[in-house]
C-alpha cells in the first residue's frame, strides 16, 4: 500500500519569507498523481497545486512551487514571499494514475506566517 | 458553480441515535468520496463511488456505517447506531477523472454525546 509521509507537525516563518514543506511517499508505480491540499482554520480543502509523476517540469502556481524528486520520492512544496493567508495545515497526497482514485494523505504540517 | 455541499455543517446527537449526512457533488463530476477526519487518524477514505457504484469500502470501520448513491447528485452516509467514537469532520468530495484532483465539501463536524 502507498505511504505518504511529512515528517514536519509543524512549521513557523515569517511573513514575506520562503518556506518549504517536505514530503516524501512510497510507491511501486511508475506514473501516479501528487497534490498538496491547504486546510485553514474554516477546515476547508483547497488543492494547491498538482504534479504527474510522468512529467519532469516542476509545477508552479503563482506563489506556490514544488520541487519534484522522482528517484528519491520526495515531494515538497516551496511557498514564497508567504502571507498571513497562508497559515493552514498543509497535507501532500498520492494517487494511482491508474485504476483505484484513492487519495491517500499524509499526517500534515501545520504552518504559521507570524506578522 | 456552487461547488461540493455538504449538509448539515454541524451535527451534535447522542449515542445511540441515528445520523444522516447528505453530499452534493458538483455537475459532471463522475467519482463521489467520502472522508473521515480526526486527529488521531488524519483522512481517511471511508468509501468511494464511480458513476453512483461503490467501488471501493474498505473503509468503512463497520456494519453501522453506510453509504448510498441513488443518483448522480446525491450521496448519504448514515451511521446507525451512532457512538462516542463516531465523533470527527466527515469531508465529501467529487472529482471528474483524469489528471483532475478531488474537490472538497466543506464538511460535516459531527459529535455524539
Known amino acids: 500500500a502507498q505511504t505518504v509521509t511529512q515528517s514536519q507537525p509543524e512549521m513557523s516563518v515569517q511573513e514575506a519569507e520562503t518556506v518549504t514543506l517536505s514530503c516524501t511517499y512510497d510507491t511501486s508505480e511508475s506514473n501516479y498523481y501528487l497534490f498538496w491540499y491547504k486546510q485553514p482554520p474554516s477546515r476547508q480543502m483547497i488543492l494547491v497545486i498538482r504534479?504527474?509523476?510522468?512529467?519532469?517540469q516542476n509545477a508552479t502556481e503563482n506563489r506556490f512551487s514544488v520541487n519534484f524528486q522522482k528517484a528519491a520520492k520526495s515531494f515538497s512544496l516551496k511557498i514564497s514571499d508567504s502571507q498571513l493567508g497562508d497559515t493552514a495545515m498543509y497535507f501532500c497526497?498520492?494517487?494511482?494514475?491508474?485504476?483505484?482514485?484513492?487519495?491517500?494523505f499524509g499526517t500534515g504540517t501545520r504552518l504559521t506566517i507570524i506578522p | 458553480d456552487a461547488g461540493v455541499i455538504q449538509s448539515p455543517r454541524h451535527e451534535v446527537t447522542e449515542m445511540g441515535q441515528e445520523v444522516t449526512l447528505r453530499c452534493k457533488p458538483i455537475?459532471?463530476?463522475?467519482?463521489l468520496f467520502w472522508y473521515r477526519q480526526t486527529m488521531m487518524r488524519g483522512l481517511e477514505l471511508l468509501i468511494y463511488?464511480?458513476?453512483?457504484?461503490?467501488?471501493?469500502d474498505s473503509g468503512m470501520p463497520e456494519d453501522r456505517f453506510s453509504a448510498k448513491m441513488p443518483n448522480a447528485s446525491f450521496s448519504t452516509l448514515k451511521i446507525q447506531p451512532s457512538e462516542p467514537r463516531d465523533s470527527a469532520v466527515y469531508f465529501c468530495?467529487?472529482?471528474?477523472?483524469?489528471?483532475?484532483?478531488?474537490?472538497f465539501g466543506s464538511g460535516t463536524r459531527l459529535t455524539v454525546v
Open positions: 468530495a467529487s472529482r471528474s477523472g483524469g489528471r483532475y484532483g478531488y474537490t
Open positions: 504534479q504527474e509523476a510522468y512529467k519532469q
Open positions: 455537475s459532471g463530476h463522475n467519482s
Open positions: 497526497a498520492f494517487m494511482h494514475y491508474f485504476g483505484n482514485e484513492k487519495l491517500t
Open positions: 463511488f464511480n458513476n453512483n457504484v461503490p467501488i471501493d
